[in-house]
């Protein structure tokens, strides 16, 4: 069984710019959430995507998107990176409804300059 | 309100003790929970869930719940320097989503 798996490990972005994170779910899950995780802060829900639609969002301005595909993998879309934006980005899979915690994926690691 | 409150610590306990970490959360209808232990530039990796009301003890680890004060807590007994990271209490809400405290920084000193 796979894990999560997420790409790239570390990026670097100039502000302004645009950035796709990727997501590979665990074997047998249905659903992704992405979460942005800042310095010394907790993670922070972006969203979640269940069915190729988004099934939720948190306080993230309309500039974070996301798709779904048909094998449950994910994709995560940052348009006009601001500063603010340096951060890890954490996705997890799990089944839809299920109760269990999530397992994430090793996280992208954002720094905007 | 956040919907997520714990300690913000960082808490200091020597190797051997008992270290004790608290979160509180907001919505009543949250019925599942989550701590998660995370290393310096790592993932968080879930370490212990509890669903019902009371203890559930896995090793050295106890999580006690209490839906009435809407009150999760984390005991280490025996802790170890290993056992120095931030510890981040999680909660899956009403509506199915998980959401997380700040995090405590533990440090245990040998």
């Known amino acids: 069984e796979t894990g999560v798996t997420q790409s790239p490990t570390h990026l670097i972005k100039t502000r302004g710019q645009q950035v796709t994170l990727r997501c590979s779910s665990q074997?047998?899950?249905?659903?992704v959430s992405w979460y942005q995780q800042a310095l010394g802060q907790g993670p922070q829900f972006i969203f979640q995507?269940?069915?190729?639609?988004?099934?939720g969002r948190g306080n993230f301005p309309p500039r974070f998107s996301g798709l779904q595909f048909p094998n449950y993998s994910s994709e995560l879309n940052v348009n006009a990176l601001e500063l603010d934006d340096s951060a890890l980005y954490l996705c997890?899979?799990?089944?839809?409804?299920?109760?269990?915690?999530?397992?994430f994926g090793s996280g992208t690691r954002l720094t905007v300059v | 309100q956040k919907e997520v409150e714990q300690n913000s610590g960082p808490l200091s306990v020597p190797e051997g003790a008992i270290a004790s970490l608290n979160c509180t959360y907001s919505?009543?209808?949250?019925?599942?929970f989550f701590w998660y232990r995370q290393y310096s530039g790592k993932s968080p990796e879930l370490i212990m869930s509890i669903y019902s009301n009371g203890d559930k003890e896995d090793g050295r680890f106890t999580a006690q719940l209490n839906k009435a004060s809407q009150y999760v807590s984390l005991l280490i007994r025996d802790s170890q320097p290993s056992d120095s990271a931030t510890y981040l209490c999680a909660v899956k809400t009403s509506y199915d989503k998980v959401i997380f405290g700040p995090g405590t920084s533990l440090s245990v000193i040998p």
């Open positions: 997890a899979s799990s089944l839809y409804y299920q109760r269990n915690g999530y397992t």
């Open positions: 074997s047998g899950h249905n659903t």
């Open positions: 919505d009543r209808g949250s019925q599942s």
């Open positions: 995507y269940y069915r190729e639609e988004e099934n």
